[in-house]
Nanobody, 113 residues
C-alpha cells in the first residue's frame, strides 16, 4: 500500500517562499519518477514538476525558474522549493508517483497579502 504525506504549506505574502515535502511509503518511490501537482479552487488539477529517480527534472512553464523539485531517495521524500510566489500559485499541492493514481491529502498553499 502506498501512502503519501505532504507537508509544508501555509500562508505567505507575494514574493515569499515555501518548501513542501512529501514522504512516501512503500517501494514505489525508489522505482519511479515523482511529481508535484496542484489544484486551485474551481480548477482542474495540473502538473507542476517531475523528478526522475536519477534527478532529472521538468517544470511547467508557469513555475519554471521559480520552483525547484528534488528528492532524497534514502528518505523516500520529494521536495518542492517555491520562490517568488504569486497569488496564482494558491492551490492545494499534491505529490504522486508518475503514472500512478495515488494521492495524499495535499497541503494548502495560499499566497496573499
Amino acid at each position: 500500500q502506498v501512502q503519501l504525506v505532504e507537508s509544508g504549506g501555509g500562508l505567505v505574502q507575494p514574493g515569499g517562499s515555501l518548501r513542501l515535502s512529501c514522504a512516501a511509503s512503500g517501494s514505489i518511490f525508489s522505482s519511479n519518477a515523482m511529481g508535484w501537482y496542484r489544484q486551485a479552487p474551481r480548477k482542474q488539477r495540473e502538473w507542476v514538476a517531475t523528478c526522475t529517480r536519477g534527478g532529472t527534472t521538468k517544470y511547467a512553464d508557469s513555475v519554471k525558474g521559480r520552483f525547484t523539485i528534488s528528492r532524497d531517495n534514502a528518505k523516500n521524500t520529494v521536495y518542492l522549493q517555491m520562490l517568488s510566489l504569486k497569488p496564482e500559485d494558491t492551490a492545494v499541492y499534491y505529490c504522486s508517483p508518475v503514472g500512478y493514481d495515488y494521492w495524499g491529502q495535499g497541503t494548502q498553499v495560499t499566497v496573499s497579502s
